[in-house]
């Protein structure tokens, strides 16, 4: 039930945090079996909450035992689905429960359970694939050769990229690759640890195409200054917010493949051409929409239930904001966007319950139309992007030149620019 319940309201919350989430592949995850789910992990805890809100089957997770330590949080964590799994730098003592906790995923698993573990290890906000730790192979190895094991047991390689991971209704890509059976893997009980390793490198080499990955670090700070600006290429309709289509992955990524694949001297004369390009901040991303005339007419007709929707909504919205500004310094913010979505959905919640309490008091049942402040937000969203592919067109939309210079800048390095 609680599962059910958080499910509701992130469902609500990504869609309010990101502008745009696209999703390829979603027919290839299997029902009716047991299956590890392998992904990759480069924005704190939100790659979990959007697979759990967009994938056609219920999840469980493997996280960091730690967390469990906190006895309020540890029930809601339990009925969440939630598996601890303790480390070397948690204690020795931690770490002897690891084995029980296998034995409940295991459990889980006969059920027909579907496990996320996030085979990097930890979450880093890098458009770059990590080392594999070998533990989903372990795990799959460990399981298979269990005498009560169920044997059809499935790996499903997934990637989830962030375009501007910390920029409010910014864009995600979700791919999901066909999954495999994992018994392939493990027939011969010799060599098991041969078998590990084979299973580990070959769902890199599957999940490699579907992520960013420019192994030179150093370069990161230009892939995302070219994808902010290759994004002001990309149209980004309001609706659907959730796409099953990946219309522009296959442009971002051979960005990010010709980037990686550079040398010295041509990284360098790239780098001086985005540059003179000028500056683009992470709070004005760029973007194209179709059909100015129709936003036009939306930022007129819905003025006014925008402004009541902005009204009702910004104290949780701030307050989330202004959390995690405090919370975190500017050196940590791989855990930004996961604390002001998280903590927008609490603030959200109660703000709403008490403000409902408090009009009661004076309306009644009536009060309980303060609800409409949710669908109202939404539509302050559609009129805010509206007015921004409108009247603030010149402001959040690369002019002719820019498209100009862009699209000669990326056929200069042989990357082929979307159609426009």
């Known amino acids: 039930m609680i599962y059910t319940l958080f499910r509701g309201w992130a469902n609500i919350a990504i869609r309010v945090f990101y502008g745009k989430i696209e999703v390829d592949g979603i027919e290839n995850i299997p029902k009716g079996v047991p299956m590890l789910i392998a992904s990759n992990h480069p924005n704190g805890f939100l790659e979990p909450i959007i697979m759990a809100c967009l994938f056609p089957r219920p999840l469980h997770f493997m996280v960091r035992g730690d967390v469990f330590r906190k006895k309020w949080l540890k029930p809601i964590l339990v009925q969440t689905n939630q598996i601890p799994i303790f480390r070397f730098k948690d204690g020795f003592a931690e770490l002897r429960k690891n084995d029980a906790n296998l034995q409940e995923a295991y459990k889980a698993l006969d059920k027909e359970a579907a496990i996320i573990l ?8 890098i458009k770059k694939l990590r080392p594999f730790q070998k533990g989903l192979a372990r795990m799959a190895s460990s399981y298979l050769n269990r005498e009560e094991s169920r044997q059809d047991l499935m790996i499903l390689p997934v990637a989830i990229n962030f375009i501007s991971p910390f920029v409010l209704r910014s864009r995600v890509v979700l791919n999901v690759g066909k999954p495999y059976d994992a018994s392939t893997y493990f027939k011969d009980a010799e060599n098991n640890t041969v078998h590990i390793k084979k299973l580990t490198d070959d769902l890199y080499q599957q999940i490699k195409p579907m992520a960013f990955h420019v192994s030179d670090d150093s370069r990161q700070p230009i892939l995302n200054t070219t994808l902010k600006w290759a994004e002001g290429l990309c149209h980004m309709p309001f609706y659907p917010i959730v796409s099953y289509k990946t219309k522009y992955w296959s442009f971002f990524k051979s960005i990010a493949n010709a980037i990686d694949e550079m040398d010295e001297g041509e990284f360098e004369e790239f780098s001086k051409d985005i540059h003179s390009l000028g500056p683009i901040k992470d709070t004005n991303v760029k973007r194209m929409s179709r059909y100015v005339w ?9 003025f006014i239930p925008a402004m009541v929707g902005l009204v009702v909504n910004i104290i949780p919205g701030m ?8 919370k975190l310094s500017k050196d940590n913010t791989v855990f930004r966007a996961s604390i002001i979505l ?9 703000y709403y319950v008490l403000m409902i309490l408090l009009l009661s008091f004076f309306f009644g049942w ?4 303060f609800l409409l402040g949710w669908p109202l937000g939404f539509i302050y969203l559609l009129w805010k992007n509206a007015l921004r592919s409108s009247v603030l067109k010149r402001k959040y939309h690369l002019s002719s030149t820019q498209k100009d210079h862009i699209i000669s800048l990326l056929t200069k390095y042989t990357i082929q620019p979307p159609k426009i």
């Open 118 to 125: 996030f085979i990097e290890g930890g979450t880093i906000n």
């Open 294 to 302: 129709i936003n036009f007419i939306i930022t007129f007709i819905c």
């Open 366 to 369: 009536y009060s309980l139309y």
């Open 342 to 350: 998280s903590s927008g959905v609490g603030f959200y919640v109660v």
């Open 319 to 326: 307050a989330a904001q202004l959390l995690a500004k405090k």
